[in-house]
């Protein structure tokens, strides 16, 4: 069985290491080349709004027949968005690549989603955590890497090897199942047209789009301010690359049993109130200005986003049907991407003109009024997972 989605895992931990690299790298670029923050927002941003596309026009084809090729095509894409990022040298080169790069994530996470979804039986909320654990492997591995080549070398070494090692990752996808037999070139319904549509008009599915929104956002804002916010606070390249280590690291050594969480207590109560705990930690990490302090409020903020993720994937899958399993994974990552694009777009912005401690509150409130308009909407309660038996075809059983 676990054989069906072990290349999923691989592809996801060598993709986010390389977008790790890009995310605690930020501050190097901006001494080199001169960027302004706001510079920086509009290279996070691009990730974001590019992922939106993709995942709104293109994740529903993994529901097709199309779900292996959306993966292979997300891997070439992410090599060259970093082997971009090597070359670049002026902002718009920079944007233009982190598009590239969040477009491949774009394409790669519904399809991968859907994988998982087709393969698990009951324990929905582990595997993910598992897919989840892979993408944290990634933000652990990836940042002390760049570091390393980094002083080995320059900036731009550590997107060379990261983008050649994403390449060799498409090895990994030769026994991955995302595809049914005959689902490619199927005459489609107009239901099938109008699944977005169909989707977004569920309670329960916005309810768990909403806390989806809320982590996203979160991380729209971090990109462009974590590492600049560090370096304002006397911390060099390595010790920002080591903060993102410490950041993640709790995240990948409970993610496993973060979904089984999950599974054990319903993904939905699991979700909100592990991302309602993050939101003070959220809203006060501008007002510390100590690197020691920040760095330890990451670990607990770390321990709740990998008992959220896992939590808000399973609860999107719970409240949609399975023939729509990569639709609405793939509608549930657009959401999240515009909302990380508004992040991104404001929170730079926002520091350069009013400082670190009303960014960082301003993003924790508006996680708050996320949190609690999905609450209202479908309050959550402890319930187990159950297993889905809609739409299961035999010969996607592993």
């Known amino acids: 069985m676990l054989g069906v989605v072990r290349g999923l895992y691989i592809v996801a931990g060598v993709t986010m290491a390389g977008v790790s690299a890009v995310f605690v790298l930020l501050a190097e670029l901006e001494d080199r080349y001169g960027l302004t923050k706001s510079g920086l927002g509009l290279i996070a941003g691009s990730a974001f709004a590019a992922a939106l596309v993709t995942q709104l026009g293109l994740s529903r084809y993994a529901d097709r027949g199309y779900g292996l090729l959306a993966l292979r095509a997300g891997v070439v894409m992410a090599s060259a968005g970093l082997l971009w990022f090597a070359a670049a040298t002026e902002l718009w080169q920079f944007v233009a690549a982190r598009a590239v790069l969040g477009a491949s994530v774009g394409l790669i996470v519904p399809a991968a989603r859907r994988a998982i979804v087709l393969a698990s039986h009951g324990d929905l909320g582990e595997r993910l955590g598992v ?140 979700s909100v109130l592990s991302a309602a705990a993050t939101v003070p930690l959220m809203a006060s990490y501008g007002y510390v200005g100590s690197v020691a302090a920040v760095m330890v409020m990451a670990v607990p903020h770390g321990i709740g986003e990998a008992i959220q993720s896992p939590g808000s994937q399973a609860a999107v899958a719970d409240a949609a049907p399975q ?76």
């Open 323 to 398: 023939r729509d399993a990569a639709a609405a994974q793939g509608l549930a990552e657009a959401a999240g991407s515009a909302a990380a694009a508004i992040g991104a777009f404001t929170a730079a912005p926002v520091f350069d003109v009013l400082g670190a401690g009303p960014a960082w509150l301003i993003a924790g409130i508006t996680m708050a009024i996320l949190l609690t308009s999905s609450a209202l909407l479908d309050p959550p309660r402890r319930r187990r997972s159950e297993v889905r038996v809609d739409v299961i075809e035999p010969a996607t059983l592993p």
């Open 131 to 270: 897919f989840y654990a892979s993408y944290l492997a990634g933000f652990v591995f990836g940042p002390p890497i760049a570091g390393v080549l980094t002083v080995i070398a320059d900036v731009r070494l550590p997107f060379v090897v990261l983008g050649l090692a994403v390449a060799a990752s498409s090895l990994a996808l030769r026994n991955v199942v995302v595809d049914t037999p005959g689902s490619r070139g199927a005459p489609v319904s107009d239901a099938e047209r109008r699944v977005l549509r169909r989707l977004i008009t569920g309670r329960r599915l916005i309810a768990a789009l909403l806390v989806v929104v809320s982590f996203r956002y979160s991380i729209g804002v971090f990109e462009p301010l974590w590492a600049s916010y560090l370096d304002e606070l006397g911390a060099g390249t390595m010790l920002v690359t080591i903060s993102l280590t410490v950041f993640a690291l709790p995240m990948l050594i409970i993610a496993r049993w973060a979904g089984r969480l999950s599974d054990t207590y319903g993904p939905r109560l699991t």
